[in-house]
């Protein structure tokens, strides 16, 4: 990262602990703040920023206390002085961002980077920074160890970059970012702390993203380049609160284009992604929703991506295309899918089983179909290479039909054998996780629409999901943490996850107490949620949320581990005090 760069990421942390220092001449309130979608030129690859300096900085300190962690006040202020000589004419109320002009050819990015500023009064802000003036009227001064030129900046800002034409090239720029934005982003940007904006549509469109998506593309990273081309613009986000942390992204596709095409085939529900899922205790839960659009370019963006990876490798992808096509069908098939990964109940063998129900769209039994014939691709497949050791793994791999029944379903096998050789350890562990020697993947039809699949938990899994999957409804969505949870999910939505980071870390602990540190975690349930949301035809959004509660449970437990007391043995029992919540075992 250029040293720019990261002195401008410095600056911006450390300036927004400043609470009351600054206020332009002594004794005058301080100015309206000057929002920065009014002063950010429309046309430039992207921006950093933090909108609102004074109320992130509250913010931030209200999401510090529940966690009892010092803000250390002091310090941050007086390095963000000693390193740009702050000393007078900094705004606190203003917004503060970092701006990627276009780059030019034979130039480092750091070349068009400019910072802004906020400031009450220019010239103050310069003398503190001991600037010498230029024969064309910018500021000459040293910073991040370099020289740098600064120059006033739509009245309330200071623009400072290394190089001096970026300045030039930043107020020859006509318009501002507020005519790019819909009511959506603007939402976005006047309620959160922090905002990184990309003009998706000129960075892909620039000749120097394509030679690096083609050299990408040659070292045989599969990239979906025409997917990111349809891109208009991209906006990420996160915020500060007392209930937890918030990182979101919002995104649009150019008019016309295929992605906007697959993003209006997929106009989001109001009902839980989650259909079909018994309610058991969930580690982690998911469901999204497709079509058939959305499912092609799916397919065909795999399919691309296998090709470019085999291509890398050295093989013959044409050799290939038959499990590379019966891959890519069951993308097609696929209309929605809802997962999940449970704990079982001490009385049941092994300790985690997962869940899947796809939706086919009445293509249930082809589905199955053809994910036999995939298998008996691959295997063949891999008996063509020279490649002794993938010959043997294959050989482990196996698709029996009709191995069981169960409800009235035949039950397949696809069977993933532990080699005669494999470590002692490692069988005993799929042993205590699955509940079986070998990993068994149970697929069954549950109806002309669905197919499920379950991993460990024996039969007895499979009977319960397909009895939850033929029913239609949604019995996981009510259990107590993902019901509470779930509101902040909302409308039109597209996809849904929630983990529950306490259990998981519970059956951990249980399956290698030493590993650890006997670690004893609360049962909080309060999971991690991360969404996808239709906004329209041409727009979605996305977030990712980290529970207060979760993080100060997780805090105190890792801290609770390191303190052991002396001599103390992981298998040990944990004192009262420190017993699990064993919650209601039914969520």
Same mark, same amino acid.
């Given at each position: ?6 002195? !401008? =990421? *410095?600056? #911006?942390?450390?300036? &927004? ?6 206020? +332009?001449?002594?004794? $005058? %309130? ?81 070349? !068009? =980077? *400019?910072? #802004?500023?906020?400031? &009450? ?6 003398? +503190?920074?001991?600037? $010498? %003036? ?97 891109? +208009? ?355």
């Amino acid at each position: 990262m250029p040293r720019f760069v990261a002195t !401008s =990421l *410095v600056l #911006l942390i450390c300036s &927004t602990f400043v609470v009351t220092h600054a206020r +332009g001449q002594e004794g $005058e %309130a301080a100015p309206p703040r000057v929002d920065l979608l009014d002063v950010l030129p429309a046309d430039t690859w992207g921006t950093l920023a933090v909108p609102d300096l004074r109320r992130f900085d509250q913010r931030l300190n209200a999401f510090m206390q529940p966690l009892q962690v010092p803000m250390m006040m002091g310090p941050p202020v007086t390095m963000a002085k000693m390193l740009l000589g702050l000393q007078a004419g900094f705004d606190d109320n203003g917004g503060f961002a970092v701006v990627m002009l276009p780059p030019v050819q034979g130039q480092g990015i750091s070349q !068009s =980077l *400019v910072i #802004l500023l906020p400031t &009450t009064n220019y010239q103050a802000m310069m003398k +503190g920074m001991s600037a $010498e %003036a230029t024969n064309d009227g910018a500021s000459k001064i040293f910073f991040a160890e370099r020289t740098s030129f600064a120059i006033p900046y739509r009245e309330r800002f200071a623009a400072v970059a290394q190089n001096r034409n970026a300045l030039n090239r930043l107020t020859g720029m006509k318009g501002v970012l507020r005519t790019r934005f819909n009511d959506e982003q603007t939402r976005r940007w006047r309620d959160n702390d922090m905002t990184i904006w990309v003009n998706a549509k000129e960075v892909m469109a620039n000749p120097m993203t394509t030679r690096l998506l083609q050299a990408a593309k040659q070292m045989g990273m599969a990239t979906s380049e025409q997917e990111l081309k349809d891109l +208009g613009q991209l906006q990420f986000h996160a915020t500060f609160d007392p209930k937890g942390l918030t990182l979101g992204g919002y995104a649009d596709a150019q008019s016309g284009t295929q992605l906007a095409k697959v993003m209006a085939s997929v106009p989001g529900t109001n009902e839980s992604l989650l259909k079909g899922l018994p309610n058991e205790k969930y580690i982690a839960a998911m469901g999204f929703q497709s079509s058939r659009t959305y499912a092609e370019m799916s397919a065909k963006s795999l399919e691309n991506s296998i090709r470019t990876f085999m291509e890398g490798q050295g093989l013959e992808a044409d050799k290939w295309m038959p499990a590379t096509t019966s891959l890519t069908n069951l993308a097609k098939f696929t209309t929605s899918l809802s997962a999940d990964v449970v704990a079982l109940p001490d009385d049941r063998s092994g300790t985690l089983a997962a869940n899947i129900v796809i939706r086919t769209n009445g293509n249930a039994g082809a589905f199955i179909t053809t994910l036999a014939d995939m298998v008996g691709q691959v295997k063949t497949g891999v008996e063509g290479i020279d490649d002794d050791e993938a010959k043997e793994i294959a050989s482990l791999v196996s698709y029996t039909k009709n191995a069981e029944k169960q409800g009235g379903s035949a039950v397949d096998h696809l069977t993933f054998t532990l080699p005669d050789d494999a470590d002692q350890h490692v069988k005993e562990m799929v042993k205590k996780i699955f509940g079986e020697a070998n990993v068994i993947v149970r697929v069954s039809r549950a109806s002309d629409d669905n197919v499920v699949m379950t991993i460990g938990g024996g039969v007895d899994q499979t009977a319960a999901l397909l009895a939850s999957a033929r029913s239609d409804g949604a019995p996981l969505a009510k259990a107590k943490g993902i019901a509470t949870a779930s509101t902040r999910v909302g409308n039109r939505r597209t996809m849904e996850m929630y983990v529950a980071v306490d259990r998981l870390l519970q059956v951990m602990t249980k399956l290698d107490p030493a590993q650890m540190n006997g670690m004893v975690m609360p049962t909080v349930d309060a999971p991690l949620v991360l969404h996808g949301n239709s906004i329209d035809e041409r727009s979605a959004s996305g977030a990712f949320f980290v529970p207060m509660d979760l993080i100060v449970a997780m805090k105190n437990a890792f801290m609770n581990a390191m303190v052991q007391p002396m001599g103390a043995q992981p298998n040990d029992p944990p004192p009262a005090d420190r017993m699990p919540d064993q919650g209601d075992a039914s969520m």
